[in-house]
């Protein structure tokens, strides 16, 4: 009977898991990971057990960390690498009640982070761009492409030509990375599920009276 128990509590556990966090933290984990290998000791970065030690190791990572091409990561990624490695320390570090967020007990990572974030701003990396007035009545849905750290990247076309009824010529894209975070990727996901398959390609849908004087979804 315990064995029952147990495995539908293992079952709805994993379950529950949001697919796209569980992907984004293995991705950034392995990447932390391959950082550490032969500059730290073997063990993984869960089993740290000082706060000193984790904080000079993290603040070292994302001091160096880089893409694979050689260029930086922009600053939302950097967000996504700590708020993956912040989810997995917290459920499996050594050190109890571990929080990343303490800036008290992990002050140089915090002071690395706040100097690496203010660094790629210098670079044009902080995804500052927004979206102007009207550029939300030209967003299409394909212009939402997920990324596999769980967030989106909103590609923001300037073009004139960007106008209903003219797709097909659409000029130039700005990109802004929506970074992951559970809540509000969920709200992103729950909106583009629920959309009609016939839809317009709009991003935003509106309302429409219909013959019958029942309000449809364009």
């Not at 997995?88 to 571990?98: D, E, M, Y």
Request: aromatic fraction near 12%.
């Amino acid at each position: 009977m315990a064995n029952e128990y147990n495995s539908n509590i293992e079952f709805f556990k994993e379950f529950g898991q949001v697919k796209s966090t569980t992907n984004a933290t293995k991705i950034w984990l392995r990447n932390l990971e391959e950082f550490r290998r032969g500059k730290f000791v073997e063990e993984k970065i869960e089993y740290v057990s000082s706060a000193q030690e984790l904080d000079k190791q993290l603040a070292t990572y994302i001091a160096e960390m880089k893409q694979k091409n050689g260029q930086q990561y922009s600053a939302s990624s950097i967000r996504c690498a700590i708020a993956a490695i912040h989810r997995h320390l917290v459920k499996n570090s050594v050190i109890t009640g571990l929080d990343l967020h303490n800036q008290a007990t992990f002050p140089t990572f915090w002071e690395v982070i706040n100097g690496k974030i203010k660094f790629l701003s210098d670079l044009g990396l902080n995804d500052a761009k927004g979206i102007r007035g009207k550029e939300h009545s030209t967003l299409l849905l394909e212009d939402f492409v997920k990324r596999e750290d769980g967030g989106f990247t909103v590609y923001i076309y300037r073009s004139k030509t960007n106008q209903r009824g003219a797709f097909g010529s659409r000029g130039k894209a700005d990109k802004i990375l929506i970074p992951y975070n559970e809540e509000i990727i969920s709200y992103y996901e729950k909106y583009i599920s629920s959309r009609p398959r016939d839809a317009d390609p709009e991003f935003y849908l509106q309302e429409k009276d219909d013959e019958d004087g029942w309000y449809i979804i364009l």
